[in-house]
């Protein structure tokens, strides 16, 4: 069965600092790879998108970047974090019975 | 981008009372789907309901689908304690990503 890991759960980091959440999915192959980020109390913004390795699409321009160094493996990355930069981040891969999240980083930039 | 809206933004009602809530999109869509957010955490897909259905059944879940006035709505029947979350609905863009209301709050009062 196919199955999403996202890590950290929660994350606590200064404004100026480095981020570098990781997704990797098990039991399928080539999967579309997706990031999401959550704002309180709002809906979900995409951010990135991925078909394939090496091939990331963004969403909304900003002071994040995505990699996919291998096939399931989606990394979301900051240089220099900023305090707009909170938020709850989703990823998610969309098989052939619909979309399946992991389970989030809280992330709080202080 | 979002452009699902869901009405309303927040709900509170007493348990064993049914939960309605609606969604509006904006463009023509293949299918529509609706996903549960237990707070801060991932999220969870409840029903995925296609352009050429108006409404499908799953356990005590409704989902209806009006594709000339852009709406669909979810309907909790008998709702319980663990039904509080936040529930969303999403359609499919192009590189089929899900596009995103901003979320209907339940609360189910004990």
């Known amino acids: 069965s196919q199955t999403i890991h996202q890590w950290p759960a929660t994350l606590v980091q200064p404004v100026g600092s480095p981020l570098s959440l990781e997704c990797t999915v098990e039991g399928t192959s080539n999967p579309n790879l997706y990031w999401y980020r959550q704002a309180a109390g709002r809906g979900l913004q995409l951010l990135f998108y991925s078909v394939g390795i090496g091939q990331i699409s963004s969403e909304v321009p900003q002071n994040l970047s995505a990699s996919r160094p291998q096939d399931r493996q989606f990394i979301l990355s900051s240089k220099k974090l900023l305090l707009s930069d909170s938020g709850f981040y989703l990823c998610?891969?969309?098989?052939?019975?619909?979309?399946?999240f992991g389970s989030g980083t809280r992330l709080t930039v202080v | 981008s979002q452009q699902g809206e869901e009405d309303p933004q927040a709900l509170s009602i007493q348990e064993g009372e049914n939960a309605t809530m609606n969604c509006s999109y904006k463009t023509s869509i293949n299918n529509l789907q609706w996903y549960r957010q237990n707070s801060g955490r991932g999220l969870v897909h409840l029903i995925l309901?296609?352009?050429n259905e108006r409404e499908k059944h799953s356990g005590r879940l409704r989902v209806t689908l009006d594709t000339s006035k852009k709406s669909s709505s979810l309907l909790i029947t008998a709702s319980r304690a663990a039904d509080t979350a936040s529930y969303f609905c999403a359609t499919l863009g192009s590189n089929y990503q899900l596009i995103w209301g901003a979320g209907t709050k339940l609360i189910i009062k004990p």
């Open positions: 998610a891969w969309r098989g052939a019975g619909g979309y399946t």
């Open positions: 309901i296609r352009s």
